[in-house]
Protein backbone atom coordinates (compact mmCIF):
# COMPACT_ATOMS: atom_id res chain seq x y z
CA UNK A 1 0.00 0.00 0.00
CA UNK A 2 0.80 4.09 -0.56
CA UNK A 3 0.91 5.57 2.60
CA UNK A 4 1.02 8.87 3.36
CA UNK A 5 3.05 10.50 6.26
CA UNK A 6 1.76 14.19 6.88
CA UNK A 7 4.21 15.66 9.57
CA UNK A 8 7.78 13.47 9.32
CA UNK A 9 8.56 14.55 12.81
CA UNK A 10 9.34 11.63 16.08
CA UNK A 11 5.77 9.70 15.62
CA UNK A 12 5.59 10.42 12.01
CA UNK A 13 8.73 9.06 11.49
CA UNK A 14 9.01 5.88 14.26
CA UNK A 15 5.39 4.86 12.50
CA UNK A 16 6.65 5.33 8.75
CA UNK A 17 9.67 3.60 9.02
CA UNK A 18 7.66 0.13 10.90
CA UNK A 19 5.19 0.71 7.98
CA UNK A 20 8.15 0.64 5.21
CA UNK A 21 9.60 -2.44 7.10
CA UNK A 22 6.18 -4.24 6.42
CA UNK A 23 6.55 -3.19 2.80
CA UNK A 24 4.75 -0.29 2.35
CA UNK A 25 5.27 2.66 0.16
CA UNK A 26 5.73 5.50 2.25
CA UNK A 27 4.94 9.22 0.54
CA UNK A 28 6.32 12.07 3.05
CA UNK A 29 3.88 15.44 3.13
CA UNK A 30 5.98 17.94 4.28
CA UNK A 31 5.55 21.69 4.70
CA UNK A 32 9.65 22.24 3.45
CA UNK A 33 9.51 20.21 1.17
CA UNK A 34 12.75 18.14 1.99
CA UNK A 35 14.05 16.42 -1.42
CA UNK A 36 16.93 15.05 0.24
CA UNK A 37 14.83 12.67 2.30
CA UNK A 38 14.81 10.68 -0.87
CA UNK A 39 18.50 9.92 -0.91
CA UNK A 40 18.34 9.03 2.84
CA UNK A 41 15.47 7.58 3.85
CA UNK A 42 13.60 8.11 7.17
CA UNK A 43 15.71 6.77 9.79
CA UNK A 44 14.71 5.22 13.14
CA UNK A 45 16.97 4.48 16.00
CA UNK A 46 16.81 1.96 18.60
CA UNK A 47 18.26 -1.52 19.45
CA UNK A 48 17.82 -2.15 15.71
CA UNK A 49 18.25 1.07 13.86
CA UNK A 50 16.39 1.18 10.74
CA UNK A 51 15.23 3.22 7.90
CA UNK A 52 13.06 3.08 4.89
CA UNK A 53 12.74 4.77 1.11
CA UNK A 54 10.67 7.22 0.66
CA UNK A 55 9.22 9.51 -1.82
CA UNK A 56 8.55 13.47 -0.75
CA UNK A 57 5.07 14.91 -2.00
CA UNK A 58 4.62 18.08 -4.13
CA UNK A 59 0.88 19.72 -2.57
CA UNK A 60 0.36 20.80 -6.29
CA UNK A 61 0.23 17.71 -7.69
CA UNK A 62 -2.34 15.34 -5.34
CA UNK A 63 -2.18 11.87 -6.02
CA UNK A 64 -4.41 9.20 -4.53
CA UNK A 65 -2.64 7.33 -1.51
CA UNK A 66 -4.34 4.14 0.60
CA UNK A 67 -4.15 5.95 4.02
CA UNK A 68 -2.37 9.47 5.32
CA UNK A 69 -1.41 9.46 8.56
CA UNK A 70 -1.68 12.69 10.31
CA UNK A 71 1.26 13.40 12.88
CA UNK A 72 1.86 17.54 12.52
CA UNK A 73 1.09 19.84 15.81
CA UNK A 74 -2.00 20.63 16.65
CA UNK A 75 -1.43 23.94 15.92
CA UNK A 76 0.06 23.58 12.00
CA UNK A 77 -3.52 21.79 11.12
CA UNK A 78 -5.07 24.49 9.65
CA UNK A 79 -2.37 25.10 7.48
CA UNK A 80 -1.37 21.82 6.63
CA UNK A 81 -5.10 21.30 5.31
CA UNK A 82 -4.95 23.80 3.25
CA UNK A 83 -1.67 23.01 2.09
CA UNK A 84 -2.22 19.33 1.36
CA UNK A 85 -6.33 19.65 0.53
CA UNK A 86 -5.64 17.88 -2.31
CA UNK A 87 -3.88 14.78 -1.39
CA UNK A 88 -6.00 14.55 1.73
CA UNK A 89 -9.30 14.63 -0.23
CA UNK A 90 -7.92 11.63 -2.40
CA UNK A 91 -6.80 9.69 0.09
CA UNK A 92 -8.45 6.57 0.69
CA UNK A 93 -8.79 7.16 4.85
CA UNK A 94 -7.16 10.17 6.64
CA UNK A 95 -6.06 9.32 10.65
CA UNK A 96 -5.18 11.88 13.33
CA UNK A 97 -2.62 10.80 15.38
CA UNK A 98 -2.63 14.41 16.80
CA UNK A 99 -2.85 16.03 20.55
CA UNK A 100 -5.84 18.14 21.64
CA UNK A 101 -9.39 18.10 20.76
CA UNK A 102 -9.81 20.87 18.35
CA UNK A 103 -8.10 19.55 15.40
CA UNK A 104 -10.36 16.89 14.46
CA UNK A 105 -12.81 19.18 13.08
CA UNK A 106 -10.50 20.90 10.28
CA UNK A 107 -9.28 17.55 8.96
CA UNK A 108 -13.27 16.33 8.77
CA UNK A 109 -13.79 18.71 6.53
CA UNK A 110 -11.65 17.09 4.15
CA UNK A 111 -12.43 13.43 5.16
CA UNK A 112 -15.92 13.38 7.13
CA UNK A 113 -14.66 9.44 8.46
CA UNK A 114 -11.62 10.68 9.49
CA UNK A 115 -10.32 8.51 11.95
CA UNK A 116 -9.42 9.46 15.72
CA UNK A 117 -6.20 7.89 17.29
CA UNK A 118 -4.12 7.75 19.82
CA UNK A 119 -0.86 6.54 20.56
CA UNK A 120 1.30 5.37 23.48
CA UNK A 121 4.07 4.68 21.34
CA UNK A 122 6.79 6.70 22.30
CA UNK A 123 9.61 8.74 20.12
CA UNK A 124 12.02 11.18 20.27
CA UNK A 125 12.91 13.45 17.63
CA UNK A 126 16.56 13.59 16.20
CA UNK A 127 15.72 15.65 13.52
CA UNK A 128 14.25 16.07 10.32
CA UNK A 129 13.27 12.53 8.78
CA UNK A 130 15.23 10.95 12.21
CA UNK A 131 13.67 9.87 15.47
CA UNK A 132 15.25 7.37 18.55
CA UNK A 133 12.10 4.92 19.03
CA UNK A 134 11.93 4.76 22.77
CA UNK A 135 8.53 2.45 23.78
CA UNK A 136 6.51 0.23 21.64
CA UNK A 137 3.21 1.01 23.15
CA UNK A 138 -0.43 0.49 22.70
CA UNK A 139 -2.58 2.34 19.67
CA UNK A 140 -6.51 2.73 19.64
CA UNK A 141 -8.44 3.72 16.89
CA UNK A 142 -12.10 5.46 17.10
CA UNK A 143 -14.07 2.85 15.81
CA UNK A 144 -15.38 4.25 12.59
CA UNK A 145 -16.38 3.08 8.85
CA UNK A 146 -13.01 3.00 7.92
CA UNK A 147 -10.52 2.29 11.19
CA UNK A 148 -10.90 -1.63 10.70
CA UNK A 149 -9.16 -0.78 7.52
CA UNK A 150 -6.21 1.05 9.50
CA UNK A 151 -6.71 -1.80 12.28
CA UNK A 152 -5.47 -4.46 10.00
CA UNK A 153 -3.05 -1.59 8.25
CA UNK A 154 -1.14 -0.67 11.63
CA UNK A 155 -1.54 -4.60 13.17
CA UNK A 156 0.07 -6.32 9.62
CA UNK A 157 2.94 -4.02 10.54
CA UNK A 158 3.37 -5.08 14.08
CA UNK A 159 1.88 -1.70 15.05
CA UNK A 160 -0.38 -3.42 17.89
CA UNK A 161 -3.53 -1.53 18.15
CA UNK A 162 -7.84 -2.25 18.56
CA UNK A 163 -10.84 -0.03 18.03
CA UNK A 164 -12.74 1.40 20.50
CA UNK A 165 -16.15 3.42 20.78
CA UNK A 166 -16.34 6.66 21.40
CA UNK A 167 -15.10 9.75 19.50
CA UNK A 168 -15.40 12.54 22.69
CA UNK A 169 -14.19 9.91 25.44
CA UNK A 170 -10.75 9.17 23.39
CA UNK A 171 -10.20 12.55 22.61
CA UNK A 172 -10.51 13.10 26.57
CA UNK A 173 -8.40 9.99 27.59
CA UNK A 174 -5.57 11.10 25.64
CA UNK A 175 -5.75 14.78 26.71
CA UNK A 176 -5.51 13.75 30.42
CA UNK A 177 -2.52 11.77 29.78
CA UNK A 178 -0.97 14.48 27.72
CA UNK A 179 -1.83 17.44 30.55
CA UNK A 180 -0.25 15.15 33.34
CA UNK A 181 3.02 14.00 31.09
CA UNK A 182 3.77 16.80 29.11
CA UNK A 183 4.07 20.14 31.15
CA UNK A 184 5.67 18.04 34.01
CA UNK A 185 8.39 16.68 32.08
CA UNK A 186 8.78 20.02 29.95
CA UNK A 187 9.38 21.89 33.09
CA UNK A 188 11.05 19.16 34.46
CA UNK A 189 13.32 18.77 31.51
CA UNK A 190 13.45 15.29 32.17
CA UNK A 191 11.97 11.94 30.26
CA UNK A 192 8.85 10.63 30.74
CA UNK A 193 9.70 8.10 33.30
CA UNK A 194 10.66 10.85 35.78
CA UNK A 195 7.70 12.06 36.00
CA UNK A 196 5.85 9.08 37.39
CA UNK A 197 9.30 8.02 39.78
CA UNK A 198 9.65 11.85 41.41
CA UNK A 199 6.84 11.79 44.06
CA UNK A 200 6.29 15.21 43.76
CA UNK A 201 6.14 15.51 40.16
CA UNK A 202 3.48 12.59 40.41
CA UNK A 203 1.39 14.26 42.35
CA UNK A 204 1.58 17.11 40.05
CA UNK A 205 0.53 15.14 37.05
CA UNK A 206 -2.47 13.30 38.91
CA UNK A 207 -3.70 16.33 39.55
CA UNK A 208 -3.49 17.61 36.41
CA UNK A 209 -4.68 14.52 34.61
CA UNK A 210 -7.91 14.23 37.46
CA UNK A 211 -8.79 17.60 36.82
CA UNK A 212 -9.27 17.19 33.41
CA UNK A 213 -11.39 14.21 33.60
CA UNK A 214 -13.20 16.11 35.84
CA UNK A 215 -13.93 18.68 33.18
CA UNK A 216 -14.49 16.12 30.60
CA UNK A 217 -17.31 14.85 32.69
CA UNK A 218 -19.01 18.18 33.62
CA UNK A 219 -18.95 18.08 29.72
CA UNK A 220 -21.00 14.96 29.43
CA UNK A 221 -18.24 13.04 28.24
CA UNK A 222 -18.83 9.33 29.75
CA UNK A 223 -15.56 8.91 30.87
CA UNK A 224 -14.31 6.08 33.13
CA UNK A 225 -15.20 6.49 37.08
CA UNK A 226 -12.17 5.50 38.00
CA UNK A 227 -10.27 8.30 36.86
CA UNK A 228 -7.06 8.43 34.95
CA UNK A 229 -4.34 7.57 37.41
CA UNK A 230 -3.84 3.89 35.69
CA UNK A 231 -3.66 5.61 32.38
CA UNK A 232 -0.81 7.80 33.44
CA UNK A 233 1.26 5.57 35.17
CA UNK A 234 1.08 2.92 32.10
CA UNK A 235 1.81 5.60 29.65
CA UNK A 236 5.03 6.61 31.86
CA UNK A 237 5.84 3.24 32.15
CA UNK A 238 5.92 2.32 28.91
CA UNK A 239 7.74 5.47 27.87
CA UNK A 240 10.87 5.84 30.62
CA UNK A 241 13.18 7.05 28.31
CA UNK A 242 10.94 9.06 25.87
CA UNK A 243 11.05 12.89 25.82
CA UNK A 244 7.64 14.51 25.15
CA UNK A 245 7.19 16.64 22.42
CA UNK A 246 6.95 19.50 24.81
CA UNK A 247 10.26 18.92 26.53
CA UNK A 248 11.67 18.82 23.06
CA UNK A 249 10.03 21.91 21.87
CA UNK A 250 11.06 23.61 25.08
CA UNK A 251 14.46 22.26 24.43
CA UNK A 252 14.95 23.71 20.66
CA UNK A 253 13.02 27.12 21.49
CA UNK A 254 10.13 26.03 19.37
CA UNK A 255 6.52 26.61 20.06
CA UNK A 256 4.74 24.57 22.17
CA UNK A 257 1.57 22.73 22.20
CA UNK A 258 0.30 24.23 25.57
CA UNK A 259 -2.84 25.76 23.21
CA UNK A 260 -4.14 22.66 22.63
CA UNK A 261 -3.26 20.42 26.04
CA UNK A 262 -3.43 22.28 29.36
CA UNK A 263 -5.17 25.50 27.96
CA UNK A 264 -7.33 24.00 26.13
CA UNK A 265 -8.29 22.18 29.34
CA UNK A 266 -9.01 25.37 30.77
CA UNK A 267 -11.19 26.56 28.52
CA UNK A 268 -13.44 23.61 28.05
CA UNK A 269 -13.62 24.07 32.08
CA UNK A 270 -14.55 27.89 31.94
CA UNK A 271 -17.13 27.00 29.55
CA UNK A 272 -19.08 24.37 32.18
CA UNK A 273 -17.98 26.40 35.19
CA UNK A 274 -15.55 23.93 36.59
CA UNK A 275 -12.29 24.99 38.05
CA UNK A 276 -8.75 23.94 36.49
CA UNK A 277 -6.16 25.76 38.73
CA UNK A 278 -3.42 22.86 37.92
CA UNK A 279 -3.95 23.07 34.45
CA UNK A 280 -3.59 27.29 34.41
CA UNK A 281 -0.75 26.47 36.70
CA UNK A 282 1.08 24.58 34.16
CA UNK A 283 0.02 26.47 31.06
CA UNK A 284 1.65 29.70 33.03
CA UNK A 285 4.99 28.19 33.69
CA UNK A 286 5.42 26.98 30.31
CA UNK A 287 4.40 29.63 28.50
CA UNK A 288 6.70 31.76 30.92
CA UNK A 289 9.51 29.93 29.31
CA UNK A 290 8.49 30.47 25.89
CA UNK A 291 8.73 33.43 23.32
CA UNK A 292 5.01 32.72 21.84
CA UNK A 293 3.13 33.41 24.57
CA UNK A 294 -0.53 34.96 24.00
CA UNK A 295 -0.13 35.99 27.70
CA UNK A 296 -1.98 39.33 28.12
CA UNK A 297 -2.20 41.00 31.83
CA UNK A 298 -0.69 37.60 33.26
CA UNK A 299 -3.96 35.65 32.17
CA UNK A 300 -4.15 33.56 29.32
CA UNK A 301 -5.84 34.70 26.44
CA UNK A 302 -9.56 33.54 26.46
CA UNK A 303 -9.26 31.86 29.74
CA UNK A 304 -10.50 32.75 33.09
CA UNK A 305 -8.00 33.00 35.63
CA UNK A 306 -8.78 30.32 38.44
Known amino acids: MQIGILGPGALGTCFAVQLGRAGHRIVVLDRRGAGWLEQVGLRLEGPSPEKTRCRVADPATPRALDAILVFVKAYQTEAAVERWRGWLEKA ?116 AARETWQVGRALGVPLADEGPDARVEAVCQATQQNISSMCADLRRGSKTEIDAISLAVVEAAARCETPAPVNWTLAQLILARTTDSPVAGGVAAGTKEP
Open 92 to 207: GLVASFQNGTRHGDLLRSVDPELVLATTAQAATRLGPGHAFHAGAGHTWLCRNARSARLAALLNGAGIGCEEVDGYERVLWEKLAVSAAINPVSALLDAPNGKVWQHPHAREVALA
